[in-house]
């Protein structure tokens, strides 16, 4: 077997497994796949349908009174005006309550919502479609650091919903020989840069609204950007996501034929109004 020929079975392999531990995360019981509900709470204590206990917020965090409900956080039982002051766009806070998981996050406002592993999107669920692996797709690039991180907002899903992330600096790679820079977000635990982007599939193969591709952090300045693994985001899955949009300019004019397609069980979902 010839060197290329085993490099290109290694890599082949190497994105396989990838693709196993992505559809693994998915499949997870407390997963997106199972969200059921999205609610956005208000001043006014209120209970939702199939969310236990009363919920509301002000303007600096949500509150829940579980109303006789058995519901708990990290394993500690939840009181009367439980308190939750939470990261606007940052990660949210489960609240385990029987088979359930309720999420508690803030995007602007408040929200709650349900994750059931009785879910019929993740009783359908059947892997997702991608397009075949092509190592084409890993692309160098440089990483250019601002002089400071940047706080960017974009727009989301939500109609009238908006995200605040830190932009470290961005990366700039050739494709065709022309030159393309993405603004790059800070990626999952401090670690590496998450980038949002757009191209010419969006909305014909792939999901319309956004997709997301990890990078590691920088040798000597440069970077790879590997298209093969090129994931959707929770809203072209389900309803109940508010994903953000990718910020301006990170739209690629030519059609990236790498990574995941629109999940079969989905069309591209229209913007929904924050209610």
């Not at 599939?201 to 319309?208: E, L, M, N, R």
């Not at 040798?219 to 910020?247: H, I, K, M, Q, Y």
Request: glycine letters at 10%.
């Amino acid at each position: 077997m010839s060197t290329n020929t085993t490099h290109s079975v290694r890599f082949v392999h190497q994105w396989q497994q990838w693709k196993v531990a992505r559809e693994r995360e998915l499949a997870h019981p407390h997963g997106w796949l199972a969200l059921v509900s999205l609610d956005w709470l208000s001043e006014v204590p209120t209970s939702y349908p199939g969310v236990p206990g009363l919920w509301w917020q002000d303007q600096d965090a949500a509150y829940l009174d579980p109303d006789g409900a058995a519901m708990s956080v990290d394993g500690a039982p939840v009181a009367a005006g439980h308190r939750f002051e939470l990261v606007n766009s940052g990660p949210g806070v489960r609240v385990a309550t029987g088979d359930v998981e309720v999420e508690v996050a803030r995007r602007s406002g408040y929200l709650v919502r349900v994750h059931d592993p009785n879910a019929p999107a993740l009783a359908a669920f059947a892997g997702v479609p991608t397009y075949d692996p092509d190592p084409a797709w890993v692309v160098g690039g440089r990483y250019e650091p601002f002089d400071a991180p940047r706080p960017v907002t974009v727009g989301a899903v939500v109609e009238g919903l908006s995200h605040v992330y830190t932009a470290p600096g961005i990366v700039r790679f050739e494709h065709a020989g022309e030159e393309h820079t993405l603004t790059a977000f800070n990626g999952r635990g401090g670690k590496g840069f998450t980038i949002l982007f757009t191209d010419a599939t969006s909305g014909v193969t792939t999901h319309a609204a956004n997709r997301s591709v990890s990078v590691d952090d920088p040798t000597d300045g440069t970077v790879l950007l590997d298209f093969n693994r090129a994931t959707n985001l929770p809203c072209a899955f389900t309803d109940f996501a508010t994903c953000p949009l990718p910020p301006a300019g990170n739209h690629l004019p030519f059609a990236v034929t790498a990574g995941e397609l629109e999940p079969h069980e989905r069309e591209t979902p229209a913007p929904r109004r924050e209610s």
